[in-house]
């Protein structure tokens, strides 16, 4: 992973006095000493004789703007990481880093002048954080490979393909009070594996199904492991929303659950907002068959998709999951922060358990509890990890005093 000192860093910004206090800035965080463009244009021309790791750009400057820039950038073949630093209105800056992150540039920060040594710092954090995940994205895409149906069939029914528990903590308690199963496969040749290198071969080879009757499988196992143990740990499985195109999955499911003498309440099922059935029908029926059998049903990644409303107040919701994209940030965003008290009054209002996903600061979690959130999950309280290491989180809760006391 690099050093902060390895970064090359190219700063855009017509103005000379900001640039030096940048530059200063940066160097107090721990960077080396960053080269400087007056103008997008030349900042263009410096870009075409050396590549740079990270762009950090005013958006309001003569001649081409920030964002007629930020558009050319993402034409490069290698194109850089990129920070915003503007006085412009943060609505407009949080559209633009939008746009880039459309455009597929990594956005690494969004900083309202004037700039401080917490904002360099925050960004140097940022840093650290997205060459971690590089790493390990650069790790999954070297064995990133097409696999035969065989081979996927072969791993679903081995044990090869498994789940892994990501906790849900209730911010009233402090305590872990559920667990979402996420997919992982322990590869024989190619070691650990994340979905992002195997979920679109599942999809090609249409072994979605068997994906879900696995992880659930995966989940029940687990939970009545932790049932032993002492813990009451309810499960959630992602469910992929076409699935329900089948008239027969609820029952199937159910038998499932039953057949291990779980009851079905302590099983949720997650649907992501951004897909849906082929017949809109069937979704409301499989929805609403799935909440008459007592299983849960919860609203992921609210707020992603562009139906978020209708979709909510007309499927029989259990809970109301945020997307990140709302939460990670929310303590020091403004805009940010009213869309996620919006949100989650909303769902509140309607009854519904709310869940902030991918909290990975302490300022984001005290600002959710500030807001009335009911849980929260992501990296601050644990990675996801296998049902073993899960029971040893329950134990370690159960003798160890909260690292984030009430």
Known sequence: MKLLTD??????????????????????????????????????????????????????????????????????????????????PLRIMNSVGLMAKEKGLAVVGTFAKPLTSDHARQLANHLRLQGSRAAKAAEQAEVETKFAKSTLVRALGDGQLRAWFQPKKALASGKIVAAEALVRWQHPEFGFMLPASFLSEIRRHALERALLVRMLEDSLSAHLRWRREGYRMPVAVN???????????????????????????????????????????????????????????????????????YS??????????????????????????????????????????VTAEG?????????????????????????????AAFSQLLFTERHVPDPYPQ
């Open 7 to 88: 970064y090359r860093i190219l700063i855009v910004d017509d103005h000379p006095f900001q640039c030096a206090h940048l530059m200063n800035l940066l160097e107090g965080a721990g960077f080396a000493q960053a080269d400087v463009a007056g103008s997008a244009e030349a900042a263009l021309e410096l870009i075409s004789v050396q590549p740079y790791h990270l762009v950090v750009i005013d958006l309001n400057m003569p001649g081409m703007d920030g964002v007629l820039f930020i558009d050319r950038l993402a034409t490069l073949a290698d194109n850089p990481m990129l920070a915003i630093a503007s006085a412009c």
């Open 359 to 387: 909290v990975e600061t302490t300022r984001d979690l005290e600002f959710l509890k500030r807001i009335g959130c009911d849980c929260a999950q992501g990296f601050l309280i644990s990675a996801a990890v296998d049902a």
């Open 239 to 309: 469910l992929p929303t076409q699935l329900l195109d089948d008239p027969g999955l609820p029952d199937e499911l159910e038998r499932i659950v039953t057949a291990r003498g779980v009851p079905t309440q302590e099983i949720s099922f997650e649907l992501l907002e951004g897909e849906t059935t082929r017949v809109q029908g069937q979704y409301y029926m499989g929805a609403s068959r799935l909440r008459l059998k007592g299983f849960g049903l919860a609203q992921d990644d609210f707020g992603r998709g562009y139906s978020s409303m």
């Open 312 to 353: 909510l107040i007309s499927t029989p919701f259990t809970e109301l999951k945020i997307d990140r994209a709302f939460v990670s940030g929310a303590a020091d965003d403004e805009i940010r922060a009213a869309a996620l008290v919006s949100s989650v009054q909303l769902g509140r209002q309607l009854g519904l358990q």
